[in-house]
């Protein structure tokens, strides 16, 4: 399967971005295709290694593995870079139709969880207990790996609320806002990792509402509709991360209407913005939405942005009851 | 006290960055400094009322709490930018000799830890007691305020390794590295926060040993300098975050030496790399250390570094061996 930009389409039934059905064929007797077959051959007999081991390592840990095993006979510029293994991992997770992280490779993680919920995690040979209610100001630190030797019980919130910026989850947190409205609360720490854009797939599954609380700008955005439709880069395992249910909660242009303080707390969007929200303008998955029309022209517009920050401009529990207000009335963007 | 650059010093007796004795008076009756008089009290009463209320926030939280409560008869660009707020909130840390975190505002957090240690966090008037061997493949979030309502009990390990990278924190923390060691396990996952520097600072006031791994490049060391003398951003908190006992583990150049393999597995130093090394050449606090002079001096002639995943070249539990060897034989760089 070609991976190129070129071959990813939105899928307007399920709702989120895959890949097309171009595909690409490598033959032996071709000289520089040859040389890519014997590097991915390398890279999925390292990882059935990891795999048997039962041992993770990232993909700049299995680079140099494959750097090291090289004989002398080889050209030692095979895996010079690691750019040059990075895509054949990606090769790997398409033909196999696994993820990296069934491969024993271990993504970057970040984002942080508090709820409801508990976590059975099979680590070191022993089934650990992680109470996600009982994490203090800490909150459950999310692995790159939701998936395997690990499981997720007595799941009793409601919904489940993601926040961009971790201070507003410490804020909520600090208001044991999660206890108080049986929900889970979740950060991915800016930019959702594979990890947590998995589990938010899983919670999904699991049958529960996800909100999306993020900045009103370019970034929040993108946080959005990556978490929803799933991102370009991640397209070749598309309805694994992608969570098209996902509601965006705000901050909106257009709590600017509600909320009459929020027009003395909008700061100037950057160009960076503004040429964003033009971009998004043009994606059909989003310009199908006579509501994020608006949002996006208001921006460009008024040239203003909102931060989920300012909710905090009155007294710092404002918050709390600005997401309360919305989940009651149901005031959610597609 | 003056905070700027030419008013830090390092304590050569203790082993840190502190401010030096340079004041700045701010009197009544000039213009813009009764202005700026007026922000600070400002300042000061929003986080009163945080102590008060008992509820946290962010710089970010603060600031727009300040421009919401101006005034209309005040000029409404006293704080327009966050950038005049957090200056005032460094000045209140140095004349009342607290820490940002006492006055209820969190920094950015980020670190994680596990080991034979437990948490006591006070939390929503319950105390939470957390089990850091007990938090599988997550670790403990490490929060921003490590002081207040926080209590470390029950620690039994014998020393604290500090490594810069989640991932091979992940490696160590997956072969129960911490359990067999008897160690306590932290990563600061790039540089250090606020809040892991002060850790490390409690943990070597416990009394136990403290080293640090790292890249063998400009940003792993300047990581490790961080943690052990301080930042110059930070010298106005020097003692409360600065850890002098600190050793650096590696990698070093010399390993290049130790272990053969390595040779093959170096990268090329970047430009940044080795103008750093340059300038860490010059700073009193480095330069009297022999050891470090020939490291810096090892790169910029070879023009090579040498990354702390390249452990796992010849098997991916390598990095284990690495760091009992070198605490067996006590191979520190001061």
Chains 1, 2 share one sequence.
Not at 109 to 117: D, E, I, Y
Not at 162 to 184: C, G, H, S, T, Y
Not at 237 to 257: C, K, Q
């Amino acid at each position: 399967m070609v991976r190129s930009r070129t071959n990813i389409q939105y899928n307007k039934k399920d709702g989120y971005l895959k890949l097309g059905n171009a595909k690409e064929e490598r033959t032996f007797l071709n000289i520089a295709q040859s040389k890519r077959f014997m590097q991915t051959i390398a890279v999925a007999s390292k990882c059935h290694k990891f795999v048997k081991e039962n041992l993770h390592t990232t993909i700049r840990g299995l680079y140099y593995q494959l750097k090291f095993s090289i004989g002398d006979d080889v050209d030692e510029n095979v895996f010079n870079e690691q750019s040059e293994s990075n895509p054949l991992i990606e090769d790997l997770e398409v033909a196999l139709e696994v993820k990296r992280e069934d491969l024993n490779l271990n993504a970057n993680r970040k984002g942080v969880l508090a709820g409801n919920m508990k976590i059975i995690d099979t680590f070191g040979n022993e089934k650990i207990e992680i109470d996600c209610s009982r994490q203090g100001r800490s909150g459950w630190a999310i692995p790159s790996d939701v998936d395997n030797d690990i499981k997720f019980v007595d799941i009793k919130a409601k919904y489940v609320l993601v926040v961009e910026k971790d201070a507003l989850w410490q804020r909520l947190n600090e208001d044991l806002f999660w206890k108080k409205e049986n929900m889970i609360l979740i950060t991915p720490q800016g930019q959702a990792a594979r990890g947590t854009r998995r589990l938010i797939r899983k919670l999904a599954d699991a049958g529960l509402p996800i909100y999306v609380f993020t900045d009103s700008d370019a970034w929040g955005w993108y946080i959005y509709w990556t978490i929803k439709t799933g991102s370009i880069n991640l397209a070749y395992i598309g309805t694994s991360v992608a969570t098209p249910e996902a509601r965006f909660i705000g901050v909106t242009m257009s709590d600017l209407d509600r909320y009459d303080f929020l027009n003395k707390l909008t700061i100037n969007a950057s160009d960076v913005d503004l040429k964003r929200a033009q971009e998004m303008l043009g994606y059909e998955w989003i310009k199908q939405h006579k509501e994020w029309r608006e949002e996006l022209e208001r921006m460009i517009k008024s040239r203003k942005k909102l931060e989920q920050d300012a909710l905090q401009g009155p007294r710092l529990t404002f918050v709390d009851d600005y997401i309360r207000e919305k989940i009651k009335k149901k005031e959610f963007l597609p």
